[in-house]
């Protein structure tokens, strides 16, 4: 990809994966923290010498490595958002999603790749949310990494004893006489939400729809607004 | 493991707990926390331990890693226990690199190594 | 008096390969209890409470023991159980009817002559 040579170390262009010496950018072209605005910490230099020592010793590489980071910032929320689009378009998709959700992306192009999805439908009846109390499990195929306060002690402690409160903290006020159902993440499922399809979105297409799907309606803590 | 004793479940077990507001900073992750992220990923895909693995060791840090650690903090430091738990490495190597890597500069970019 | 959770009619199909455990979607089951030290996926706000059978899972390592370098096998039927909030918080339950879904190990669970 097209790079300024305005640094100070000339570095060889014939590897594909040699961009990590940019200062401040990703292979996928999302900026990172400046790697020297703050002193080199223990922890940071544990990293370095784990990640030195497992390619030294022939347990991964380097190329590897930022392959798998690059596979990483690729997954966002939109995989998530596109999923529940195609769910809202098509019924019969959508009874395959609550089935098995892994199996269903799969259907879509998305590498569940060992995730083992559970998707839960909002209705007229009922408002899911998600939460990790033991930890912070999340679906990251389909939503990449988690947000802050996702793993939080308070969202952890509270989501699980008093979601409406917590939904209240994020904004969210739900209609009379529906039922809040909390998920607690606590084996090896990985649990989406599928908002309801607002009104007024009849006739969009799914690219419309996936635009007003946001990362945290497919948690549980808000819903898709269709102005 | 031993904190069960006071309360009836461990420090980690935070279901139900009292907390107050929840935090909505967001940090910009920073490549050495990508990094930690993607050790993890393909120490577990290539069977030098597991993600129960990884938990255990987080758990047995204690409440007070949770509390002055950040989260990448905390699982490089879980990831490291289980790879020499695993074999991967001695603890002897592991010393000798990260004083060698503390000598390269007072940055991560300096520190870093060439990344290949 | 326990207030139970509904589950689903016809409930999901196990999204997992099971041999079959113990307990079926519907069944009404009570979390174990327990407070020996060690790695559980079973949080302290559930144990003593008894719920629904809401779906299999399937069957995945213990673990119990996959946290400590051993091969957690045989595998465990996983479940999710439904509990009422009336069940896990009593009278502090912010709203008695709302309902909280969790994945217990067999291990973990036990018959119940609740009705």
Redesign the interface.
Known sequence: MPHDHNDDNPHDHD?G??H??H?GM?PSGH???????????Y????????????VE?G??T?A???A??ER??ARTPALGASVVAHAWDDPAFKQRL??????AIEEMGIAADGM?M?VVENTDEVHNVVVC????CYPRNVLG?P???Y????????T???????LR?FGLELPEGI???????????RYLVLPRRPEGTEGWGQEALAGIVTRDCMIGVAVPQPD | MSDTKKTGHRWHDMGGTDAGEIAHDQHAYALWEKRVDALLRLSTVKGYFTVDGLRRVLEDMGEDAFETMSYYERWIASITQNMVEAGAFTIEELNARMAEVETRGPTYGEAQGSGE | MTLLAQVASPPFAPPYPTRGGRFAPGDTVRVKRGDAPGHMRTPGYLRGRTGRVERICGDFGNPEELAYRRDGLPACTLYRVRFTMAEIWGDRAEQPADTLDAEIFEHWLEATDAP
């Open positions: 590897h994966h040699d990590f010496r200062e990703s900026p990172y923290r400046p790697a020297d605005d703050q002193p080199l910490t922890w940071q230099r544990m990293e370095i010498a784990v990640r030195e020592l497992l010793k347990i991964t380097a590897e490595i930022n798998q980071i990483m910032d609550l089935a098995d959700g892994s199996a083992k559970v109390t033991l930890c912070s990494l947000p802050d306060w793993k939080t002690r308070a969202y952890r402690a509270r699980v004893k008093e979601p409406r409160a917590v903290e039922r809040v159902q909390v998920h607690d993440s606590t084996a090896d499922m």
